[in-house]
């Protein structure tokens, strides 16, 4: 026999708390609440689509005129209530000034009966015994306002001095009954003289108090007589005992009508606000959406495919304003990216036509010479014939083999490969070289080493220029790919080898100068002249304490130089002036584009102008360093001197050396 556990008291195993817990699922919805719920979300969705449709317009127009109701409402009533309250305490306070006079005067007044016109009512209902002729306790009312056609009003109030329901000196609001007395002539004196009929008996006329008016009595005496009353109940006490209780009141009748009129005049005047304000704010919301319009107006064109459309201005200070200019920002992104995207595709288009072309020349020309050389070799003579036919092959395999190399090069440097900018180059040296190499090309041509230097602006018609002078290059040391740039040189070398009478003179000038454009921002600018324009305004002289140190580089010929027309597309692939004599020295027109390729590589900027008095100017700039701003001196202890110069390619330095090999 097992005893059970005195702390689970012996409670069975399957009901102790660490039984199985229940796994019984929850209670399935009934099928009729889920077919409710389910009607309800579709008239909550169906609502919500309907409410989706009205535009925003209408929106803003409803809720204005919403919230004018709501306001004008609010207003009302608080406004009703106030006064309301206000008039009834004023009353409560009128009765309770003449309460104490009317208690003074209670046996004078308890005498007379008196139904005359006069505002206040008075009742006494005496409780120390007092009896009236048929034994009840004796009521007097000696005040009861009378209107027109005798219709009087009669408070309901407790009978017989019966004070269970009231405080006795706290004033409250009762209804009241309308009566009407009228005055009949006497039949005769034994009618007069019969208290049973309770008339009062006067010489020819008999008084009597109808409950209910006649149908020919004034309505509007009727109505104001069912007015409610404000009562105030008071004690009569003679000599320490009470006597009788006294009822005061006033009528509310005038104070009902006042309210009710102010509540009329608060509804017109509520009203002619509303119209008034869903007047203005329906102006005001179609004056502020026009804008709105107009930008719907005008992204419609823009979807049919007019991309220079632009939104009006506005304030930028405003919603409107500043949605325009973000959009128009937008706008001219997209535009200057569709062109963008336009010219590279036809520059595509022109760059597979141009391959195909330059490809096809050496190959037709070898397929030329070889059919040429089947064709002759059985004839006399044929072993002299087919050394220049393998002459003609092999000059056209190194035309293309250098076409080859070209296009590989330019294919690696668009997707930012076959490049290293981490390398330190002495430009000075690289362009030594060039003019060097210019020399041996052509021993019959001058070439000037000349010193570059900014004039600066002498006025409006005058604009800063760069000046060559004679003299000794300085030492210039930048980050960047030798080998790469030494290919920049000698292209724009071989460009005036090739392009150039053998005996027209040439210059080279390099020079350091300071611009406080960023290296990034010049890498984008297109090769024109406007860009070197913007370059030599960005050029703020030796005093600037902040941005970058640029190598300024430049070739000038004075051979025939180039259409203003046709200088930005020399550094387009392909590119000739003369394809005939580009082939005759050896040309393919990717040179200017590999150059180019390069430079922009390094972050800097080439392009190519007129020379004065004709020939073409070459000019390269490329980003030395950023120049920061000296520290300032600290009053007290040692510091190390901040480092006046860095190399703005050292946090590139840092990230690709990081990264591994390919």
């Given amino acids: 026999m097992s005893i059970p556990d005195k702390q689970s008291g012996g409670v069975p195993p399957s009901s102790m708390p660490n039984a199985a817990p229940n796994t019984n699922p929850m209670p399935a919805m009934p099928p009729f609440a889920a077919h409710f719920q389910e009607r309800n979300e579709r008239k909550k969705n169906m609502l919500m689509r309907h409410i989706d449709r009205i535009s925003l317009s209408s929106k803003l127009v409803a809720c204005t005129i919403a919230v004018l109701l709501i306001g004008v409402s609010v207003i009302s009533f608080s406004i009703r209530a106030l006064v309301n309250n206000y008039m ?55 005040l009861m306002p009378q209107m027109q056609d005798g219709i009087v009003s009669v408070p309901i109030l407790p009978t017989y001095g019966d004070t269970s329901g009231i405080t006795l000196g706290q004033a409250f609001t009762t209804q009241a009954v309308a009566k009407q007395i009228i005055t009949v002539q006497s039949d005769s004196a034994d009618s007069q003289n019969d208290p049973a009929n309770g008339n009062s008996n006067s010489s020819d006329t008999i008084t009597k108090v109808l409950a209910n008016p006649t149908v020919n009595a004034n309505h509007a005496a009727i109505v104001t007589a069912r007015a409610p009353w404000r009562i105030l109940p008071v004690t009569f006490q003679q000599n320490g005992k009470d006597r009788a209780v006294v009822y005061i009141g006033l009528s509310l009748a005038d104070q009902i009508d006042t309210v009710n009129t102010l509540t009329r005049y608060c ?117 002299e014939r087919a050394d220049e036919s393998i002459e003609h092959i092999e000059r056209s395999s190194q035309r293309m083999t250098v076409l080859v190399e070209d296009l590989l090069s330019l ?63 300085p030492e210039v040391v930048l980050p960047g790919d030798a080998s790469r740039l030494r290919q920049v ?22 020079g350091v100068m300071p611009a406080a454009i960023d290296p990034r921002q010049l890498a984008r600018m297109p090769a024109s002249d406007a860009s070197m324009r913007r370059f030599i305004d960005a050029e703020v002289g030796a005093s600037m304490q902040t941005g970058y140190r640029y190598a300024v580089l430049r070739f000038v010929d004075h051979g025939p130089g180039v259409p203003p027309e046709s200088r930005s597309k020399i550094f387009e692939r392909f590119y000739t002036a003369d394809p005939s004599r580009a082939r005759e020295k050896g040309g393919t027109g990717l040179g200017m584009a590999i150059a180019q390729s390069v430079v922009k590589a390094h972050h800097g900027f080439i392009c190519a102008t007129g020379t004065d008095g004709g020939g073409l100017t070459f000019t390269v700039v490329l980003p030395i360093e950023q120049i920061v701003a000296p520290e300032p001196k600290r009053p007290t202890g040692k510091t190390k001197d901040a480092k006046q110069k860095t190399s703005w390619f050292s946090s590139e330095r840092k990230t690709q050396a990081t990264q591994p090999k390919a």
């Fill in 88 to 142: 009834l305490q004023k009353t409560d306070t009128q009765l309770s000034s003449q309460s104490q006079l009317v208690v003074n005067n209670i046996d004078l007044l308890s005498k007379n009966d008196s139904s005359g016109p006069n505002s206040y009512f008075l009742q006494i209902q005496y409780t120390d015994g007092t009896k009236d002729k048929e034994g009840n306790p004796l009521v007097v009312t000696p």
């Fill in 267 to 383: 509804i017109v005047v509520g009203i002619a606000v509303v119209l008034l304000g869903g007047s203005l704010s329906t102006l005001i919301i179609q004056h502020t959406m026009t804008p709105l319009k107009r930008i719907e107006k005008t992204a419609a064109k823009i979807a049919a495919g007019d991309l220079s459309q632009r939104i009006p201005s506005a304030p930028e200070n405003t919603e409107v304003g500043s949605l325009a200019a973000s959009l128009n920002s937008m706008l001219a992104r997209i535009e200057s990216s569709f062109h963008e995207q336009e010219e590279t595709t036809d520059k595509m288009k022109r760059f597979v036509s141009d391959a195909s072309h330059e490809l096809r020349t050496p190959l037709a020309a070898i397929h030329g010479y070889a059919e040429l050389y089947k064709m002759q070799r059985d004839m006399p003579g044929a072993l």
């Fill in 411 to 473: 294919a690696r440097l668009d997707e930012g490969r076959g490049i290293d900018v981490t390398g330190t180059v002495k430009l000075s040296s690289l362009v030594t070289d060039a003019v060097d190499d210019l020399h041996a090309l052509d021993p019959d041509r001058a070439v000037r080493r000349m010193q570059i230097s900014l004039e600066p602006a002498r006025d409006l018609n005058h604009p800063a220029e760069f000046n060559l002078a004679e003299g000794d290059w």
């Fill in 489 to 510: 040189v000698t292209n724009i070398v071989g460009n005036i080898h090739r392009y150039t009478p053998a005996d027209s003179p040439a210059e080279a000038a390099l």
